[in-house]
Structure formats: structure tokens, C-alpha cells
């Protein structure tokens, strides 16, 4: 998608706004909105300026001049604003070089990507994290001079076996490390993580699955396809949205938090990964076999999701 593109999109849609986000250090996705009628192709240049000096970790007050650079690439429409507005993904951008920032995720991200095409070990590699999260019904915490506590909660959770509600307890819940993959009523989400799958979709991802995970209290999955760095990288930060934005309309609330529950399964983001050489162009000397040079390499390790 070229600028114009972006710019088609705002009249077709006749989006109000544009959406800037970028992600800080910590993986926590940041945004400020724009009007749509601010958005030209200059935008594309030339960036939008910011105070980086309040994102945690970066820049001093008497530095902290920044620019957000957006990839028309990433367009996509809200599908949650009562406002139409346009989401945009962007590079924090140095205004002193013009280079993307050294502790900005997505920059760093495409030098990682350049610097392996640099070594000759691959042309390009292809990620495909599974991230896994909880949805819960209710999370209180508390950090004062008195006490620390944090108590959890979900209709779903194994301990609620015996808790009397209003309607009756009905008993079909995922027992502790039992929830893959029973079908409903035990696996109560069925049409929550639909819904995820579908804001999933406006937001231009290609779900591959969903379901129900092994810990108790609604662990969840949803699969989505591989692609380079920069891509999943983005498109996970969008599948974090997605997923908090409907559980909250749900009255739920989900959280990627690697081990909210004690006693149970965490939730792991799983990342296969795969580096590829582009065949080779060939000549009459070169044989089928050297002509379509690949390398390959898969491998896959549990990690928690940076942000909640």
C-alpha cells in the first residue's frame, strides 16, 4: 500500500482520524491520534513529531524531540473507535539523522532483519509466534504501605467448583491442566474467541485456529500465520488488541502475562522460526540442485509476551 493508497482509504472509509502507534522498549503499544485531514503524503516523509521524554526509558527533556514515521504498508481501520479512524504503525525516528531510534522495537527489528541479509546466512527469515493469554472475569491488586496482594478470578478457574452463584453453579469447567481442548460447555469461550478471529481479520490478519488451552480459568490460543520479523512483530502487538478489546466488550478482561496462576500452565508465546535463501538465478551450467539454494532452520522456545 503506497501513501495515495492510505489516502483512498481515508475517503472511502470516510475515516475522521488517523491513529499513530509504536511500541516503547518494554513491548507496551503507545498511540496518538490525528485528524484525518492531516494526513497527506508529506506525513509519509516527512513523520509527525512527539515528546519522547515520557515513554519509559528513552529520551530527556532537554532531548526529547521525536518523530513518528508511518508505514503506509500497515493501514488498517479500527474496527473498535465509535470515530472511523485509520491505525497506522510507525518507526520512532532520530530527528538529528533521520534513522530509526536505537531503542525503538520496530527499528531495531529491521536492522536485525538487514544485518542477517548482510551476513549471507539468509535472505529473509520467517517467524510464526503462537500466543497464548487468559481471560478472566476479575483482577484486583493492591501495592501499599499495609500489604501487597493480587487476587484473580474467572467463572472458568478449577477452584470455582464449589462457589454458589445466583443461577446455580452448572459444574462444566476445565479442571486444573484440563482445558485442551474439551468442547462446550466446558470450553465456554467458544464465541468470545470467535469474535477475536473475526476483529482479528478486520484488522488484516489470517487466523489459522483457535482454542481452548491447558490451564484452567479460559487459557486461550489463536494461531495466526507466519511471516518476516517486522510483520509478526507488528501483527502481534494488533492480536493483543484485538483480543483485550473484545474481552472488555465482553465484560472479560485478557492478559498475555507469561503466569498469572499459580499451579497451572503458563502462558507461552511458542515462536517456530525459519531462515531462507531466494533461489538463485540459473545458468546453463548450474544444476536444478544448486539453482535453488534454501537453508533452513526451525526452532521453538516458550518466552512471555512483552506488555500485559
Known amino acids: 500500500m503506497t501513501p495515495s493508497d492510505v489516502l483512498k482509504l481515508i475517503k472511502e472509509k470516510q475515516a475522521k482520524f488517523a491513529d499513530l502507534r509504536f511500541t516503547d522498549t518494554r513491548g507496551k503499544e503507545q ?22 521524554s515520557s515513554i519509559a526509558g528513552w529520551k530527556g527533556i532537554n532531548e526529547s524531540d521525536m518523530i513518528l514515521m508511518p508505514d503506509p504498508n500497515t493501514a488498517v481501520i479500527d474496527p473498535f473507535f465509535e470515530e472511523p479512524t485509520v491505525d497506522l504503525r510507525c518507526d520512532v525516528i532520530e530527528p538529528t539523522t533521520m534513522q530509526g ?32 493469554f487468559f481471560i478472566f472475569d476479575s483482577v484486583r491488586f493492591g501495592n501499599e504501605m499495609r500489604g501487597s496482594f493480587y487476587s484473580i478470578d474467572s467463572v472458568q478457574g478449577a477452584w470455582n467448583s464449589g462457589t454458589e452463584y445466583q443461577d446455580g453453579n452448572k459444574g462444566h469447567r476445565p479442571g486444573i491442566k484440563g482445558g485442551y481442548f474439551p468442547v462446550p460447555p ?25 482454542h481452548h488451552e491447558v490451564a484452567t480459568a479460559g487459557q486461550s490460543e489463536i494461531g495466526i500465520g507466519a511471516g518476516t520479523l517486522v510483520q509478526k512483530a507488528d501483527q502481534v502487538q494488533l492480536l493483543k488488541y484485538a483480543v483485550q478489546n473484545v474481552a472488555h466488550g465482553y465484560g472479560k ?52 509476551t512483552p506488555g500485559r
Not at 39 to 46: A, G, N, S, Y
Not at 188 to 203: G, K, N, V
Open 186 to 210: 466446558v470450553d465456554a469461550y467458544q464465541d468470545i474467541r470467535s469474535a477475536m478471529c473475526l476483529a482479528c481479520e478486520e484488522l488484516g490478519m489470517k487466523v489459522e485456529v483457535h
Open 31 to 52: 498511540h496518538v491520534s490525528i485528524p484525518a485531514r492531516l494526513v497527506d503524503e508529506d506525513l509519509f516523509r516527512d513523520g509527525k513529531m512527539f515528546d519522547g
Open 101 to 132: 531510534y536505537e531503542r525503538d522495537p520496530r527499528s531495531l527489528a529491521k536492522r536485525a532483519e538487514a544485518y542477517l541479509k548482510s551476513t549471507g546466512i539468509a535472505d529473509y527469515a520467517l517467524f510464526g509466534p503462537e500466543n497464548e
Open 253 to 304: 478482561t485478557a492478559t498475555f502475562m507469561p503466569k498469572p496462576l499459580v499451579g497451572t500452565t503458563a502462558a507461552a508465546c511458542t515462536c517456530t522460526s525459519r531462515c531462507r535463501r531466494r533461489a538463485r538465478r540459473c545458468s546453463p551450467a548450474t544444476s536444478t540442485a544448486d539453482c535453488r539454494i534454501w537453508r533452513s532452520t526451525t526452532s521453538a522456545a516458550s518466552s512471555s
